[in-house]
C-alpha cells in the first residue's frame, strides 16, 4: 500500500503524517508487548492467576471451617484443579500461567524461560497468593491458617516432603509434557493440568494437602503468622520441579524449543533459544 504524499494528512505544522497498514499496526503492537517496559502485563497475569487460584484452594479449606458439612473434602480438591484450567485458558499466552514457583523454576531450568524473569514472576505470585488468603480472612471470619497446608495428624515431616515432592514431579511433568512439540499448548494443556491437580487432590490431600505449590501455601501462612512447617511446602515442591526437568530431558531431549518457550513466556515474541526445535 503506498500513499500520494501530496493527499497525505498533516499534523498541525504542516508536517505529512505517517498512516500505517493494518499489517504495520500489527506488528507494532507486538513490538510494544516485547518491549521490556510492558513486563508489567505478563506481571499483572501472574498477580491475578496466582490471586485467583489461592482464592479457591485456600477458600475450600477456610469454608469447610465457617460452614461444616457445606463444602466436602472432594469438591474443595477439585476446584482448585478446575480453576488452574480456566486461568491457563484465559490468560496462558499472556504470561504462561505458572501460577507456581516451582513451575517457574522448572521453565528456567529446562531452558523455556529467561533467568531474568524468574526472581519477578515469584514475587508477585506470593503476593497474589497472600493477598487472596488476608480477603479470604476478612470475609470469611476464619483464620487463614484453616486455608494452608500441612501434613495430617499421625504423618512426619518426611512424608509430607516425599508425597509433595513426587505430587509435583507428576504436575510438572504435565506441564512440560504439554508444552512440548509433540502436544498442543492450549486447550489440552488446561485440561490436563487441571485434571492432574483434581486427581492428585483426591487421593493424596490427606497426607499433605496436596499443595504443590510454594505460593499456595505461603499466603495462608503469611496471614495467619504460622510457618511452622512451610519448609515442607518449599523443599518438596522444588525437589518434585528439578525431577521432572531431568526426567523431561530423558524423554524429549533438551528444551528451548518454539512451543515450549511460547508456552513458558507466552505467545508475544518469546525468546527461544533453540529456534530449530518445535
Not at 480438591?77 to 504470561?95: C, D, H, R
Not at 531452558?111 to 531474568?116: S, T
Not at 493424596?204 to 501462612?221: E, L
Not at 523431561?248 to 526445535?277: M, W
Request: net charge negative; charged share 10%; with cysteine.
Amino acid at each position: 500500500m503506498t500513499l500520494d504524499p501530496e493527499s497525505a494528512p498533516e499534523d498541525s505544522r504542516g508536517h505529512p503524517i505517517r498512516l500505517l497498514t493494518t499489517e504495520q499496526r500489527l506488528l507494532q503492537i507486538f513490538a510494544n508487548f516485547d518491549d521490556p517496559s510492558q513486563e508489567w502485563r505478563r506481571l499483572c497475569a501472574e498477580f491475578f492467576g496466582t490471586f485467583l487460584l489461592v482464592l479457591v484452594a485456600a477458600g475450600g479449606g477456610m469454608m469447610a471451617k465457617a460452614f461444616p458439612g457445606e463444602v466436602g473434602r472432594s469438591a474443595a480438591v477439585v476446584a482448585p484443579g478446575m480453576m488452574v484450567m480456566a486461568i491457563i485458558l484465559f490468560m496462558g499466552k499472556t504470561s504462561g500461567a505458572h501460577l507456581n514457583p516451582a513451575v517457574s523454576l522448572a521453565f528456567w531450568l529446562r531452558g523455556d524461560f529467561p533467568l531474568r524473569r524468574v526472581p519477578a514472576y515469584v514475587v508477585v505470585q506470593l503476593a497474589g497468593a497472600s493477598l487472596a488468603a488476608w480477603f479470604l480472612q476478612v470475609v470469611i471470619h476464619v483464620s487463614a491458617l484453616y486455608g494452608s497446608s500441612y501434613p495430617a495428624t499421625g504423618e512426619s515431616a518426611l512424608d509430607a516432603f516425599l508425597m509433595e515432592a513426587v505430587l509435583t514431579l507428576g504436575l510438572v511433568s504435565v506441564i512440560l509434557g504439554t508444552a512440548s512439540g509433540a502436544q498442543q499448548v492450549g486447550l489440552f494443556g488446561a485440561i490436563g493440568v487441571g485434571a492432574y491437580i483434581a486427581l492428585a487432590g483426591l487421593w493424596a490431600s490427606p497426607i499433605s494437602g496436596g499443595s504443590m505449590n510454594p505460593a499456595r501455601t505461603f499466603g495462608p501462612d503469611l496471614v495467619s503468622v504460622d510457618f511452622t512447617n512451610y519448609w515442607l511446602y518449599v523443599a518438596g515442591p522444588v525437589v518434585g520441579a528439578i525431577l521432572a526437568v531431568g526426567m523431561a530431558y530423558v524423554l524429549r531431549g533438551p528444551g528451548g524449543g518454539r512451543s515450549g518457550s511460547t508456552a513458558a513466556q507466552g505467545a508475544l515474541y518469546p525468546e527461544i533459544n533453540r529456534p530449530e526445535q518445535d
